[in-house]
């Protein structure tokens, strides 16, 4: 009997196919639990390292580690089944040399067995992009604000305010997708670029912060279900849970505290939720 699941999960293939075509929808994940969920809904989950702030509570993703990503990547796996699992590389993981990435993408790829890495930058990356795609690990690019820069950039701002400033984020962009990347994040950009863009790369666009003209978009969970924080201004929230867990916290806080809560015979009987 065969041990591969029923259930056909999607691949960067598929992804790279919805070019113009049905909007990509992805979210991100770190978690088995919500990562079932997203996965009904989903074409793609995200183990964004962002997970360092939403998880972690750093200030910036430059500390999070390629052990991180891999704990997380693998939780991701387990609790989904359908959606494309990208992981990102994590800061210093890939910068260094195309053996550098090659070898820290294969850690990610063996070790969680997603389907694909995201790497931050355009023109500098492109040749790495390029060495991994043509040995079997699919990349998903990402250009336009770059958190892991930010040390060199000095803040979050959104890139390419004046047409002026557009000629190099168009050249990364470019720059991905004829390096092989099968799709491209693009993060805080203007609409008119996120367009330009998206009207000329042969690779889907998926926006964050860049308009509804891309080919798909992405959000952090945690910003969108209103649990961080801190949010991007950006950010459509579709949910405010961050006073729901209080106020379920506070009922506990006081049912113990007042000697209200339920005996054994509860606590034995495992409900579904
Ligand atoms: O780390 C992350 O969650 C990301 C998205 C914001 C695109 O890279």
């Known amino acids: 009997m065969s041990v591969q699941s029923a259930i056909r999960r999607k691949t960067a ?3 790279r196919a919805r070019k113009q075509a049905e909007p990509i929808v992805m979210l991100t994940s770190y978690h088995a639990h919500t990562a ?3 996965d009904r809904h989903c074409d793609v989950i995200l183990v964004g390292d962002s997970l360092g702030s939403v998880m972690h509570g750093f200030e910036t993703t430059v500390p999070v580690t390629l052990d991180m990503m891999i704990l997380q990547g693998a939780s991701v796996m387990r609790g989904s089944q359908q959606a494309l699992v990208v992981v990102d590389m994590p800061f210093g993981s890939y910068e260094a040399s195309r053996e550098q990435a090659f070898n820290s993408a294969v850690r990610i790829m063996k070790e969680t067995q997603c389907g ?5 930058g355009g023109v500098r990356m492109a ?3 390029a060495f991994l795609s043509g040995r079997g690990i699919p990349v998903m690019g990402h250009v336009g604000l770059t958190p892991q820069s930010i040390n060199t950039l000095g803040s979050f701002r959104a890139q390419g305010r004046s047409e002026m400033d557009w000629g190099p984020i168009e050249d990364d962009a470019k720059a ?3 390096a092989g990347a099968f799709s491209v994040v693009v993060e805080a950009v203007a609409e008119p670029l996120a367009r330009k863009i998206t009207e000329t790369i042969a690779i889907p666009t998926i926006g964050i912060g860049a308009s509804a003209a891309c080919d798909g978009q992405v959000l952090v969970l945690e910003d969108m279900l209103g649990l961080s924080p801190r949010t991007p201004k ?4 579709y949910g405010n849970l961050g006073p729901a867990i209080e106020a379920a916290i506070e009922g506990y806080a006081a049912d113990v ?6 005996g054994p015979e509860h606590v034995y009987e495992m409900k579904k939720s």
């Open 13 to 15: 293939p598929d992804i």
């Open 234 to 237: 950006f950010v459509r929230r």
């Open 127 to 129: 040749e790495t992009i």
């Open 36 to 38: 079932a969920l997203v």
């Open 257 to 262: 505290r007042s000697r209200a809560f339920p």
């Open 116 to 120: 694909a890495v995201k790497l931050e």
């Open 176 to 178: 991905v997708a004829d």
